[in-house]
T-cell receptor
Framework: DAKTTQPNSMESNEEEPVHLPCNHS???????IHWYRQLPSQGPEYVIH???SNVNNRMASLAIAEDRKSSTLILHRATLRDAAVYYC???????????FGTGTSLTVIP | DVKVTQSSRYLVKRTGEKVFLECVQD?????MFWYRQDPGLGLRLIYF???????EKGDIPEGYSVSREKKERFSLILESASTNQTSMYLC?????????????FGPGTRLTVL
C-alpha cells in the first residue's frame, strides 16, 4: 500500500510560488512527514520535515493539515535550480524506514 | 562538507557475475541504507544497517546481501547479477536513531547487467 500520494508532475513559472501537495491518509500519530528532492543525476537531498505544526527553513515551508492526512511543500519563489523530483516521505517511530513514493517532477518555466 | 561517496557512478556487468557496490560516509553515522531506484517505482529500500556487523532487510532484499565490517563502509553485494537488477543504486546514511534525522545520500551508481 502506498503511504503517500503525490501528483506525477507539476509546472511553475520562475519566481512564482509553488505548492506541492501530498496525501498521507493512513499516517499514524507518531509518523513524521519529511520532504526530499532529487536534482537530475544526483542523490536525493533533505528539504524539510515536521510532525504537526507548520515549519519554515531557508529552502521551503511545510504546511501540515490539522488532521495530518495531507501536507503541502511551499517553495516561495521558484528558480530554475528548483527543477527536481520532490518526494513526500513518512518516517515511522523506529526512524529506520524511509517510505519513498514516486514523487512529483517539478518543471520551472523561465 | 559531509559526504557519502559511492565507488562508481556507472558500472556494466554480465549476467552471473558477482558485483560489489561500495559506499563510504565520513560523518560517523550509525545508520546506513541501500536503495534502488527504478522509473515509476521510486526508491525502494533493499537493506539497512544500524551498527557494525548488523543488518536488516528492507522491502526488496531478494538477490542481494550486504556487509558492514567498519562503521563508515556499507557494501551491497549481488551474488549472481541478473538483468532485472539493472537499476540506479543509492546509498544513504543517518546519525543515531529517531524520526528527526536527515538522511544523506550518495550520488548513486547506475548498474547495467547485460
Amino acid at each position: 500500500d502506498a503511504k503517500t500520494t503525490q501528483p506525477n508532475s507539476m509546472e511553475s513559472n520562475e519566481e512564482e510560488p509553488v505548492h506541492l501537495p501530498c496525501n498521507h491518509s493512513t499516517i499514524s500519530g507518531t509518523d513524521y512527514i519529511h520532504w526530499y528532492r532529487q536534482l537530475p543525476s544526483q542523490g536525493p537531498e533533505y528539504v524539510i520535515h515536521g510532525l504537526t505544526s507548520n515549519v519554515n527553513n531557508r529552502m521551503a515551508s511545510l504546511a501540515i493539515a490539522e488532521d495530518r492526512k495531507s501536507s503541502t511543500l511551499i517553495l516561495h519563489r521558484a528558480t530554475l535550480r528548483d527543477a527536481a523530483v520532490y518526494y513526500c516521505i513518512l518516517r515511522d517511530e523506529t526512524g529506520n524506514q524511509f517510505y519513498f513514493g514516486t514523487g512529483t517532477s517539478l518543471t520551472v518555466i523561465p | 562538507d559531509v559526504k557519502v561517496t559511492q565507488s562508481s557512478r556507472y558500472l556494466v556487468k554480465r549476467t552471473g557475475e558477482k558485483v560489489f557496490l561500495e559506499c563510504v560516509q565520513d560523518m560517523d553515522h550509525e545508520n546506513m541504507f541501500w536503495y534502488r531506484q527504478d522509473p515509476g517505482l521510486g526508491l525502494r529500500l533493499i537493506y539497512f544497517s544500524y551498527d557494525v556487523k548488523m543488518k536488516e532487510k528492507g522491502d526488496i532484499p531478494e538477490g542481494y546481501s550486504v556487509s558492514r565490517e567498519k562503521k563508515e563502509r556499507f557494501s551491497l553485494i549481488l551474488e549472481s547479477a541478473s538483468t532485472n537488477q539493472t537499476s540506479m543504486y543509492l546509498c544513504a546514511s543517518t546519525v543515531g536513531h529517531g524520526q528527526n534525522n536527515e538522511q544523506f545520500f550518495g550520488p548513486g551508481t547506475r548498474l547495467t547487467v547485460l
